[in-house]
């Protein structure tokens, strides 16, 4: 390549999915119109079945994606901003459609000029490659990209700078000694982060009736539970995947959730797509273990975390008696899974201990909307003048829940069950303890994740549930 020509006058091409922004426009469309109905199914096979230029066309005529909404790569922007500022012609050349295409250069408004698909030319590989050298010749051109798909125009570059590369386009970097352009975590680990481990504790509730039933020395029990809870988990995880690509817009507009890993693109939405898959035929083997009953307590359970994610989740106070619901389903689960005796008491309980969870959830977010702020809470069905009301909701239900205990505690059900049961009075204020301290740290602004996962995390809260722990294995002496 000829390094002998004066740098400001070598134009500098740029592609855009995987390079400019850390997504596929393509996959992030064709996403977004299946979930919108996923009937489109049909269309999306027919298009590629004309050709993938055609795709890409109906896609981004279709998909309503807007250009502010991508996760734009900072340090490569910071880059063509810099040489723009020398003298420099910046070029997008993308496969993308032309709107995609059209309205990133529109958005970002550095480039000099446009290259992209038309609806019978998919502007990749060595069609992108031979547009170029046509367009600037041989070693004419600085190029950055990150793909097998660039290695055509890596090789036809006068310089090529590789961001975020997939194995061919790195090992096509380091065999050439390129510029790599450093964009943070890759792939490996980030595929963890997207299931969302530290959310499985939530699925601790399917031991509570083991534990009720005093079970906790069968070993047979013991089993039937762990592999409930990691039944659960794997399937829980495979929803919270499709919930985050069905936010992916909601999300990149929230100051923290912006991060996660489909929202930032450190996780590319096909690696996504298996994950959940994989995860969720794991979850089905697991359920084959242990009663049938077990199978349609986990089907509903599926059911209703995807109309939560799709419906339910945008619907005012629906969505906090569905959480509340599906926390309840988990008990549930337990119970069936060991063939555990299901109290009434228990199922009460449980709604109104959980319900006021899910109400200090949606507090939280009202809180971080702003209370001046008009109009929904992105993706909810909350408005900023609802955060009182939430909050008062939410405090009754503590209440509630504490009152329930109690009368539980004085039932026959109860009497005949445990041999001390006066020793399970403390139950009822320790409850309260748990959930007015998560009220008042919400009402502080010092809440900044799940209720639940804050539980288990908080050493005040663990410290709570052991004293419970311990007044029940009393009760039972």
Excluded at 27 to 34: D, K, M, T, V
Excluded at 85 to 109: C, D, F, K, Y
Excluded at 254 to 281: E, F, N
Excluded at 294 to 321: N, P, Q, W
Aim: aromatic letters at 10%; charged letters at 20%.
């Amino acid at each position: 390549m000829d390094h002998s020509i004066n740098t400001v006058q070598v134009p500098l091409c740029v592609d855009l999915d995987g390079t400019l922004v850390a997504t596929d426009t393509l996959w992030e469309g064709a996403i977004s119109i299946l979930l919108r109905n996923p009937l489109m199914v049909f269309h999306l096979a027919l298009w590629l079945f004309k050709g993938k230029a055609e795709l890409k066309h109906q896609v981004a005529t279709r998909s309503k994606r807007l250009a502010q909404d991508w996760p734009y790569r900072d340090e490569v922007i910071a880059r063509l901003k810099a040489e723009k500022e020398n003298g420099r012609s910046l070029v997008l050349v993308t496969g993308a459609a032309a709107p995609v295409a059209m309205a990133a250069v529109e958005h970002l408004g550095i480039f000099n000029e446009v290259l992209h698909s038309s609806r019978d030319n998919n502007l990749t590989r060595h069609r992108k490659r031979d547009l170029l050298v046509e367009r600037f010749g041989a070693g004419g051109f600085d190029y950055i990209g990150n793909s097998k798909d660039d290695i055509d125009v890596f090789d036809a570059a006068r310089t090529a700078i590789v961001v975020a590369p997939d194995r061919h386009a790195l090992k096509w970097q380091t065999d050439h000694g390129a510029e790599l352009i450093d964009t943070g975590p890759s792939n490996g680990w980030v595929s963890l982060k997207t299931i969302r481990m530290h959310q499985w504790a939530k699925n601790v509730l399917i031991a509570v009736p083991m534990v009720l039933n005093h079970d906790i020395a069968n070993w047979d029990i013991v089993l039937r539970t762990v592999i409930a809870f990691f039944a659960f988990s794997f399937l829980a995880s495979a929803v919270y995947i499709i919930n985050d690509l069905s936010d992916l817009q909601n999300d990149r507009a929230h100051p923290k959730k912006r991060m996660r890993p489909l929202a930032s693109g450190q996780l590319s939405i096909p690696r996504a797509l298996a994950i959940a898959l994989g995860l969720t035929v794991c979850s089905i083997l697991l359920s084959t273990l242990l009663p049938a009953q077990f199978m349609l307590v986990l089907g509903f359970y599926g059911l209703s975390t995807t109309a939560y994610t799709f419906i339910l989740k945008r619907k005012l106070l629906v969505d906090v008696f569905t959480l509340a619901g599906l926390y309840t389903v988990r008990i549930i689960a337990g119970s069936v899974a060991t063939g555990a005796d299901l109290s009434f008491w228990l199922l009460a309980f449980s709604i109104f201990f959980f319900l006021s969870l899910a109400l200090v959830k949606r507090y939280v977010e009202l809180n971080e909307f702003g209370l001046n702020e008009v109009g929904n809470v992105p993706g909810r069905g909350y408005m900023a003048v609802d955060f009182e009301m939430v909050g008062q909701a939410g405090v009754a239900s503590a209440f509630t829940a504490s009152l329930v205990l109690a009368l539980y505690i004085h039932s026959t059900e109860m009497q005949a069950m445990y041999t001390l049961p006066w020793a399970l009075w403390p139950l009822c204020p320790l409850v309260l303890y748990l959930l007015l301290r998560i009220w008042m740290l919400a009402r502080r602004s010092m809440l900044h994740e799940d209720p639940v996962v804050f539980i288990m995390r908080d050493w005040r809260s663990q410290l709570t549930m052991a004293a419970g722990m311990v007044l029940v294995f009393i009760g039972t002496l």
